[in-house]
Nanobody, 123 residues
Framework: QVQLVESGGGLVQTGGSLRVSCAASGRSFSRDAMAWFRQAPGKKREFVAAISWNGGSTDYSDSTRRRFTISRDNANSMLYLQMNDLKPEDTGDYYC????????????????WGRGTRVTVSS
């Protein structure tokens, strides 16, 4: 079992920055590929970014590639998403997910999910 708890969401203005975090507990965090997804109001959940078990590889959606950075701290079982130049369309609930397959944007490939943290970007 893996427990994931997101934090760090909030209200930010367009062009601002925010870092969301995900604290993991349970089985060895360092073995899991991790990812961030988000769900905007009234829309389907979508892939944001992924990171391999050792942080050596990362992948992003086209809309976040140049503005977001995913990282992890295996010693402290933490996952992060640094978000810069935020836009109103980045508004949504941000979820971290853990699984065995790196880089997939398919939700069903991830075994464990947090409950999300809300990010609101005002225009």
């Amino acid at each position: 079992q893996v427990q994931l708890v997101e934090s760090g969401g909030g209200l930010v203005q367009t062009g601002g920055s925010l870092r969301v975090s995900c604290a993991a507990s349970g089985r060895s965090f360092s073995r899991d590929a991790m990812a961030w997804f988000r769900q905007a109001p009234g829309k389907k959940r979508e892939f944001v970014a992924a990171i391999s078990w050792n942080g050596g590889s990362t992948d992003y959606s086209d809309s976040t590639r140049r503005r977001f950075t995913i990282s992890r701290d295996n010693a402290n079982s933490m996952l992060y998403l640094q978000m810069n130049d935020l836009k109103p369309e980045d508004t949504g609930d941000y979820y971290c997910a853990a699984g065995h397959i790196y880089g997939t944007d398919i939700e069903d490939e991830y075994e464990y999910w947090g409950r999300g943290t809300r990010v609101t970007v005002s225009s």
